[in-house]
């Protein structure tokens, strides 16, 4: 049962699963893509020589029933056989992860959407995926800085919502640390994830946003942390139309 449903889910990918193991409460899934395919080299157009296979360890979003899911990419290596090219050597690449990660792109978008649902810190995220603080951090910015992106692609919000409950603990060496995350109110889709809780953390992030996204902010919710209260109202927040209505999050007043 846990090998079917794998196979579906990479198959997807172009990957065919050759193993799956429970290996002390933990999934580990083996795939690598199917041989037989002639593949060429970017630089010179030669058909490329197979210089075997490489392990590469990445974390998953958890398997269902929220095991922890590790998958062992056998990927292909490849060399040009012409010594005058450039290319030299590269490894195939897959929708799976991106080079040089350490999480699939499925574990990423697993913890924006725990996130945005506020069901976890970035530390809980990290200690999930078996990842470092920094990784889940940087994993996490980029991702909603690519959905953020100008602005048109992820449409226009006219309820933006921020929450700045998400947080690091402090630790013997880190102070704590707070992160905001900008959420659409209407769909709950997170826009925007800044390190920060305060006026001008959120200044800074609306700055960064296309003009014309901003503009059609109507509403802002918040918490009711002084800090973002006088970011909406104060002149540093003008980029925010002179109209948002602040609207302050029933659940917090609690
Ligand atoms: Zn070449």
Redesign the pocket.
């Known amino acids: 049962m846990v090998q079917d449903s794998s196979a579906v889910e990479f198959g997807v990918l172009g990957l065919e699963v050759t193993g799956v193991e429970e290996v002390l409460g933990e999934v580990v899934v083996w795939v690598q893509s199917p041989g037989g395919q002639a593949v060429f ?1 970017d ?2 157009g ?1 058909r490329a020589r197979s210089k075997g296979r490489r392990e590469v360890v990445l974390r998953d979003a958890p398997f269902s029933g929220g095991r922890p899911q590790r998958v062992v990419w056998n990927k292909r290596v490849w060399v ?1 056989p ?1 010594a005058r ?1 450039c ?1 030299g050597s590269w490894t195939e690449r897959s929708g799976l992860a991106g080079p040089r990660r350490v999480l699939t792109g499925r574990a990423v978008s697993w913890a924006v959407d725990r996130l945005a649902a506020v069901e976890g810190s970035v530390a809980s995220l990290a200690r999930q995926l078996g990842v470092a603080w920094h990784t889940m951090w940087a994993q996490l910015a980029s991702a909603a800085e690519r959905a953020a992106a100008g602005g048109g692609r992820v449409g226009p919000v006219v309820k933006l919502g921020f929450d700045e409950t998400v947080m690091a603990s402090a630790s013997r060496r880190r102070r704590r640390r707070f992160i905001t995350a900008g959420v659409d109110a209407d769909t709950g889709r997170v826009v925007g994830v800044f390190e920060g809780r305060d006026a001008a953390d959120l200044c800074k992030w609306v700055s960064q946003q296309a003009r014309e996204w901003v503009r059609a902010v109507e509403v802002v919710c918040i918490d009711p942390h002084e800090g973002y209260r006088s970011a909406i109202r104060s002149r540093r927040g003008d980029r925010l139309r002179a109209g948002t209505q602040i609207a302050v999050d029933p659940f917090r007043i609690v």
């Open positions: 080299c630089g010179c030669c040009c012409d090219c290319v």
